[in-house]
């Protein structure tokens, strides 16, 4: 009865290797995407040694942009350029590479668009809080009023 819980915990090791392997095995793409997450308005680099030593060329799109890959001293080595739309939402976006005689490749770049930090400027004043002190005095005049007039309404009801 000893060896099951020994057993167990050997089997759930195991089972969790083997899950990994195929992680391990996909992540060895012959695709390379540099960065793999970035932002809106940037640069991306794209890599693959997939087309074979013998070809020079290669097509890519991305987000509906196409790119070219090109043998660029590596031999075997193709490597292309893009750009992300400034209006690309957030979330994966594929990548598709094809090159001669029909080779393609997918893989995917995530989009993260930063979310603005602030107030908003809608035309009544300056949008900060440290820029907009009458109000921030005048809410803080408000809070000590409305305490004063608690703390007095409480200070009758003991007295009756």
């Known amino acids: 009865m000893r060896y099951v819980p020994a057993g167990a915990g050997i089997g759930l090791v195991l089972c969790a290797l083997a899950l990994q392997g195929p992680a391990a095995a996909a992540d060895d793409s012959e695709l390379r995407i540099s960065p793999k997450k970035s932002a809106p308005g940037s640069t991306i680099t794209v890599s693959t040694t997939a ?3 013998d070809v020079t060329y290669g097509k890519g799109s991305a987000g509906g942009e196409e790119f070219h890959l ?11 350029h893009f750009r992300i739309p400034k209006d690309a939402d957030s979330g994966r976006h594929d990548v598709i590479v094809k090159c001669p005689p029909s080779i393609k490749i997918t893989d995917t770049v995530k989009v993260k668009r930063s979310h603005p930090s602030g107030g908003v400027d809608a035309g009544f004043g300056p949008a900060a ?10 809410g803080t005049v408000l809070a000590i009023t409305a305490g004063s007039v608690l703390m007095m309404r409480r200070h009758r009801s003991v007295r009756r």
């Open 70 to 80: 090109l043998g660029e001293g590596h031999k075997g080595v193709l490597t292309g």
């Open 51 to 53: 087309c074979g030593s």
């Open 129 to 138: 809080i440290g820029e907009n002190k009458p109000t921030l005095l005048g």
